[in-house]
């Protein structure tokens, strides 16, 4: 029997960003990638994991700094990108295993770094946006932001909001909410 059968990696990122415009030449580039595990079939958290990715095209600042809590020197002790998927391909098993993130922006992020570095995308195709799934479970009208989704089931806020290896933990809290209430799909799409 496959040891991953029933696993989950739940992906959040956190990239370089700024007040306004990026600089002359900077682009929006990958500098955390938090990576929990889920256990579907038991219901719960079972790993937990936070890889720093050294940008090489931007530098991160104040204001990034401010929202996610990293700092240049934090992130310059980081993976180069190319090698961040390869050690998530290795350890991870990310071309294999399930993956989920809160939206879409993690997943288009990683694929236009990998375009823009010609590196191999590290994960699989089989991708569950637990946003807009958790927004079909709950009807509502309107995709809440991920805070807002624990609040609104009852579960806490656990850690720094905007800190990717914090924010993997919450969306998998949220992950086994919905699987316990019936409402997580047996094959994840894209």
């Known amino acids: 029997m496959d040891s991953?059968?029933?696993?989950?990696?739940?992906?959040?990122?956190?990239?370089?960003?700024?007040?306004?415009?990026?600089?002359?030449?900077?682009?929006?580039?990958?500098?955390?990638?938090?990576?929990?595990?889920?256990?579907?079939?038991a219901g719960e958290r079972v790993a937990r994991h936070r890889v720093l990715v050294r940008p090489a095209r931007s530098a991160v600042s104040p204001f990034c700094s401010q929202l996610t809590g990293?700092?240049?020197?934090?992130?310059?002790?980081?993976?180069?990108?190319?090698?961040?998927?390869k050690l998530l391909a290795v350890e991870h098993r990310a071309a294999t295993r399930p993956w989920a993130s809160w939206g879409d922006y993690d997943r288009h992020q990683f694929n236009r770094q990998c375009r823009a570095?010609?590196?191999?995308?590290?994960?699989?195709?089989r991708h569950t946006n637990v946003k807009t799934l958790f927004t079909q479970a709950h009807r509502l009208t309107k995709r809440?932001?991920?805070?807002?989704?624990?609040?609104?089931?009852?579960?806490?806020?656990?850690?720094?909001?905007?800190?990717?290896?914090?924010?993997?933990?919450?969306?998998?809290a949220l992950v086994v909410d919905l699987s316990q209430r019936g409402a997580w799909p047996a094959t994840p799409a894209f």
Do not use: K
């Open 4 to 41: 991953d059968l029933g696993l989950l990696n739940v992906i959040d990122v956190e990239a370089t960003c700024w007040d306004g415009e990026p600089p002359q030449g900077s682009v929006s580039e990958i500098i955390e990638i938090g990576l929990t595990v889920v256990d579907l079939a």
């Open 70 to 85: 990293l700092t240049q020197a934090e992130v310059d002790s980081g993976l180069d990108f190319a090698d961040a998927c």
């Open 117 to 125: 570095i010609d590196t191999t995308y590290p994960f699989g195709s």
């Open 144 to 172: 809440p932001g991920m805070a807002e989704a624990l609040r609104l089931v009852g579960l806490p806020l656990e850690g720094r909001h905007h800190r990717g290896e914090d924010d993997a933990w919450n969306v998998a």
